[in-house]
């Protein structure tokens, strides 16, 4: 499974993203759960928030509640995370991530529980 993440960039205080998360090298992402996790400099790789790809559970980091929102679209094997109402302290490299956990009800937010990786995408917020 491959992970191409993108959308990043530099937004004031207050605006909005979406980062894109494009999945290829699978027949079916049934079973998966897709995930964003964060890393700002200096701090440890922080889960952000994770939907199933099959069914549509969804976790959130409290930090982030009522401000993004996740979403994934089958036909074209991409989840999204909408970014509403940034802070500066949302600037971090995004990652998306996918683990392969078939019929989990529950949603991991252990970085090292992902098998798979995409590369980044820096996420700037100025005050």
């Known amino acids: 499974v491959q992970l191409q993440a993108s959308g990043g960039g530099l937004v004031q205080a207050g605006g909005s993203l979406r980062l894109s998360c494009a999945a290829s090298g699978g027949r079916t992402f049934s079973g998966y759960t897709m995930s964003w996790f964060r890393q700002a400099p200096g701090k440890e790789r922080e889960f952000v928030l994770g939907?199933?790809?099959?069914?549509?559970?969804?976790s959130y980091a409290d930090s982030v509640k009522g401000r993004f929102t996740i979403s994934r679209d089958h036909a074209k094997n991409t989840v999204y995370l909408q970014m509403n109402s940034l802070k500066p302290e949302d600037t971090a490299v995004y990652y998306c991530?996918?683990?392969?956990?078939?019929?989990?009800?529950?949603?991991?937010?252990?970085?090292?529980?992902?098998?798979?990786w995409g590369q980044g995408t820096q996420v700037t917020v100025s005050s």
């Open positions: 939907i199933r790809w099959s069914g549509g559970i969804t």
């Open positions: 991530a996918a683990d392969y956990v078939p019929g989990a009800l529950t949603i991991s937010t252990v970085a090292r529980s992902y098998d798979f």
